[in-house]
C-alpha cells in the first residue's frame, strides 16, 4: 500500500548547525513531495515542496532533494535558529486520483540555544 | 491572503454522540479533504471531495463518517455515533486547481474532537 517512512522521529541541533530530515516513499508513481511545518496546536503550512521532475530545490536555509530511484527525499535546513523548532512532515501526492497526501510520520525538531 | 477556516476550534462530545465539523475551504479551490491527527501521531488522509462527490475515502471512513458540501461554501464531516478512538485533531484542507499536477494543500487551524 501506500507508505511514506520519515526519519529521525526527534531531532536536536545546535543553534546554527544543519538538520536533515529523511523520507521514503513506496508509491512510485508519486510525483509531488511537500514538507509541511507543524508549530504546537497551530496547522501545518507548506515550507517547501519539489516535484519528480527536479533533483533540488532551495530556498534560502532549506532545501529539499530527490531521489526518484531509491524512492528518497531529504530536507535540509541549515543554519537553524529556535524558530525552526516545530514538528515537520513530509508528503506524498501524485497526479493521478485524487492528489491526496500521504504523509510521514513527522520529526520533532528542536534547535538548542 | 485567504486562509481556510473551520469550527469549532475543540468540540467535546460523549461518546455515541454526533458531531458535525465545519470547514470552509478557499473560494475558488475545487478539492477538499479531510485529514486526522491522533496526538503525537501522523497525519491521516480521511477522504477526498470533488465535483460534490467523494472521489476517494481512506479505510478509516467507514459507515459512521460522512461529507457534505452543503451550500457553496461550507464542507463538513459528520461522525454519527462517536467513539473514543474519534479523538484527534481534525485537519480540513483545499486545493486550487491552477495547475493539473498535485500542488500545495491549504490546511485550515483544525478541529480537536475529544470524546469521553
Known amino acids: 500500500g501506500e507508505n511514506v517512512e520519515q526519519h529521525p522521529s526527534t531531532l536536536s541541533v545546535q543553534e546554527g548547525d544543519s538538520a536533515v530530515i529523511k523520507c521514503t516513499y513506496s508509491?512510485?508513481?508519486?510525483?509531488?513531495f511537500p514538507w509541511y511545518k507543524q508549530e504546537l496546536g497551530k496547522r501545518p503550512q507548506l515550507i517547501i515542496d519539489i516535484r519528480s521532475n527536479v533533483g533540488e530545490k532551495k530556498d534560502q536555509r532549506i532545501a529539499v532533494t530527490l531521489n526518484k530511484t531509491a524512492k528518497h527525499f531529504s530536507l535540509h535546513i541549515t543554519e537553524t535558529q529556535p524558530e525552526d523548532s516545530a514538528v515537520y512532515f513530509c508528503?506524498?501526492?501524485?497526479?493521478?486520483?485524487?492528489?491526496?497526501?500521504?504523509f510521514g510520520t513527522g520529526t520533532r525538531l528542536k534547535v538548542l540555544a | 491572503e485567504p486562509e481556510v477556516t473551520q469550527t469549532p476550534s475543540h468540540q467535546v462530545t460523549q461518546m455515541g454522540q454526533e458531531v458535525i465539523l465545519r470547514c470552509v475551504p478557499i473560494?475558488?479551490?475545487?478539492?477538499f479533504y479531510w485529514y486526522r491527527q491522533i496526538l503525537g501521531q501522523k497525519v491521516e488522509f480521511l477522504v477526498s471531495?470533488?465535483?460534490?462527490?467523494?472521489?476517494?475515502k481512506s479505510e478509516i471512513f467507514d459507515d459512521q463518517f460522512s461529507v457534505e458540501r452543503p451550500d457553496g461554501s461550507n464542507f463538513t464531516l459528520k461522525i454519527r455515533s462517536t467513539k473514543l478512538e474519534d479523538s484527534a485533531m481534525y485537519f480540513c484542507?483545499?486545493?486550487?486547481?491552477?495547475?493539473?499536477?498535485?500542488?500545495?494543500?491549504?490546511f485550515g487551524p483544525g478541529t480537536r474532537l475529544t470524546v469521553t
Open positions: 471531495f470533488y465535483n460534490n462527490e467523494i472521489s476517494e
Open positions: 508509491d512510485s508513481a508519486s510525483n509531488y
Open positions: 484542507a483545499s486545493i486550487g486547481m491552477r495547475d493539473p499536477r498535485p500542488g500545495e494543500q491549504y
Open positions: 508528503a506524498a501526492s501524485k497526479t493521478s486520483g485524487t492528489y491526496k497526501y500521504i
Open positions: 473560494s475558488n479551490h475545487l478539492y
